[in-house]
């Protein structure tokens, strides 16, 4: 009995080890963030890992950085699109996720956040905590596109300012 | 005197040159966009150009591939955006014009048109023949970040459209009667389908004719041909049909060519010559002409 309690531990510790190292392959193949540069092992709760059709991968930080990465692609199709849930950040698929706009904690490259949930239980947890609105893949694919154009302006005019102060010294 | 006004005339000729010739130079310096591959001089009127104050400057197509732009490169300092002027195509700072959002006219890269103009009278010309509604640089910007997941989607799923329209040119790459490989003659080719399930590709309708010819026993189920223009399939018997014209056929003296649209057939028949004809037509007078290639 003792042998198969032993036995039966040792697949469940395989198992979650496999499943481990799988949910974090798309990090070792990106490790960066094509587009912004930052390291997706840190933001491996926002991360994006696309496979498009054709057999090419793109991994970014966030869904903002994968807006991007569609907008600059649109010749090529996605055939999946997974994102990192935000408490265990293992890899999930957006469209299954359940998404969270907003919130107070402070987004990934934007304003407004968007994480991604495996449960929505988890989700809903998430919003009771920080605020932040359900929303699906679509409303948060659709939220991203339209952040854009703000955290774009923001961030030209944080670096326009800084310019400024370094003529003044 | 008259060798000063004569002066006078030349350097004003000069400083109304200039400015035209700046307003195309960015056409030389960027012929293509860098984010969908389109020709910037067939898109002269929506082109945008945007300079940074570290490198040098980007031209694209339209205000939607801007944004593309301006998120990849937030890092870099924006000096200036410019835009077509929509009626006299000259660069203006997109800041200062006039823009309209919407309107019955299509749009380039998006559902929903960005136009901009250098005069507001032309602005408001403009939507009261086509519609849409005025705007500032920021909300054509801000309209076409919204806008943009819906476009992106929009272009995914035509293309994906078009490819499959030209997914027969890998499942048949040569004409089974000459040979001839039917990517090189994707304006002409036709692919037949059969009743009973089988397809045969051809490079052109004289070759189908003769596919026809040889199987008599069997049912066409589709007939479709190639769009002189795009290229894609299109039904043979709803196309647009030119026969003759001062353009050679293939396989065939006399040009048999077809179009999706009127507008195409009638545009070739004013360039290259030829005349309005129906499928019906044209198959017979492919059987007439092949008669004529084997003499």
Same mark, same amino acid.
């Given at each position: ?21 799988? =949910? ?14 930052? /390291? ?34 649109? /010749? ?8 990192? /849930? ?10 299954? =996720?359940?998404?969270?706009? +907003?919130?107070?904690?402070? +987004? ?13 239980? /988890? ?47 | 005197?008259?060798?000063?006004? @004569? @002066? ?9 040159? %200039? ?17 969908c591959g389109m020709d910037r001089k067939q898109y002269a009127h929506s082109r945008m150009l945007i300079e940074y104050a570290e490198t040098g400057t980007t031209g694209v197509c339209s205000i939607h591939c801007a944004a593309s732009e301006i998120s990849v490169?937030?890092?870099? !300092? @924006? ?27 299509? &749009?380039?890269? !998006? ?6 103009f250098k005069e507001q009278e032309e602005a408001e010309r403009f939507i009261k023949e086509n519609g849409g509604r005025h705007a500032t640089f920021h909300d054509a910007m801000k309209a076409t970040f919204e806008d943009m997941y819906e476009d992106i989607k ?33 304006? *002409? ?14 490079? *052109? ?10 199987? !008599? ?19 043979? #018997? ?13 396989? *065939? ?9 009127? %507008? ?8 290259? &010559?030829?005349?309005? !004809?129906?499928?019906? #037509? ?9 008669y004529e290639i084997l003499r």
């Amino acid at each position: 009995m003792k042998r198969f309690v032993a036995f039966g531990f040792l697949v469940v510790c395989f198992l979650f080890t496999t499943g481990v190292a799988l =949910a974090q392959d798309d990090i070792k193949k990106h490790s960066s963030c094509k587009y912004c540069g930052m /390291d997706r092992g840190k933001f491996a709760h926002s991360r994006v890992f696309i496979e498009y059709e054709g057999g090419t991968t793109e991994g970014t930080c966030s869904i903002h950085c994968a807006a991007i990465d569609f907008a600059l692609n649109i /010749d090529k199709i996605p055939k999946m699109t997974r994102v990192g /849930d935000y408490n265990a950040k293992m890899l999930v698929d957006t469209e299954k =996720a359940f998404w969270v706009i +907003g919130g107070s904690k402070p +987004g990934v490259m934007t304003k407004r956040a968007k994480w991604a949930f495996a449960k929505k239980e /988890d989700a809903e947890k998430f919003v009771s905590e920080n605020g932040g609105n359900l929303a699906s893949y679509e409303q948060a694919m659709k939220a991203a596109f339209e952040d854009m154009y703000a955290d774009t302006k923001m961030i030209q005019e944080r670096r326009k300012m800084r310019r400024m102060e370094h003529k003044h010294h | 005197m008259k060798r000063n006004i @004569l @002066l006078l005339c030349v350097a004003l000729l000069c400083f109304a040159g %200039e400015p035209a010739a700046f307003a195309q130079d960015d056409l030389k310096g960027h012929p293509s966009c860098p984010y969908c591959g389109m020709d910037r001089k067939q898109y002269a009127h929506s082109r945008m150009l945007i300079e940074y104050a570290e490198t040098g400057t980007t031209g694209v197509c339209s205000i939607h591939c801007a944004a593309s732009e301006i998120s990849v490169n937030r890092a870099k !300092t @924006l000096a200036s955006m410019r835009v077509a002027d929509y009626p006299t195509r000259n660069l203006i700072l997109a800041e200062k014009a006039f823009w309209v959002i919407g309107g019955n006219k299509a &749009g380039v890269m !998006t559902q929903r048109a960005k136009w901009a103009f250098k005069e507001q009278e032309e602005a408001e010309r403009f939507i009261k023949e086509n519609g849409g509604r005025h705007a500032t640089f920021h909300d054509a910007m801000k309209a076409t970040f919204e806008d943009m997941y819906e476009d992106i989607k929009m272009i995914r799923e035509r293309r994906k459209a078009r490819q499959m329209k030209m997914m027969d040119l890998k499942t048949f790459p040569e004409c089974k009667y000459c040979g001839m490989v039917r990517g090189k003659y994707a304006q *002409s080719r036709a692919l037949i389908e059969y009743d009973e399930g089988t397809a045969v590709g051809t490079c *052109s309708v004289h070759c189908l004719a003769i596919d026809l010819a040889l199987n !008599t026993d069997k049912m066409p189920k589709a007939i479709m041909v190639g769009d002189y223009s795009s290229k894609k399939l299109i039904e043979a #018997e709803k196309a647009f049909w030119v026969l003759g014209g001062s353009k050679a056929g293939v396989m *065939s003296i006399r040009g048999k060519w077809a179009f999706e649209d009127k %507008e195409g057939s009638s545009k070739y028949i004013k360039e290259n &010559g030829g005349r309005h !004809t129906n499928f019906d #037509e044209v198959m017979r007078a492919s059987f007439e002409d092949m008669y004529e290639i084997l003499r």
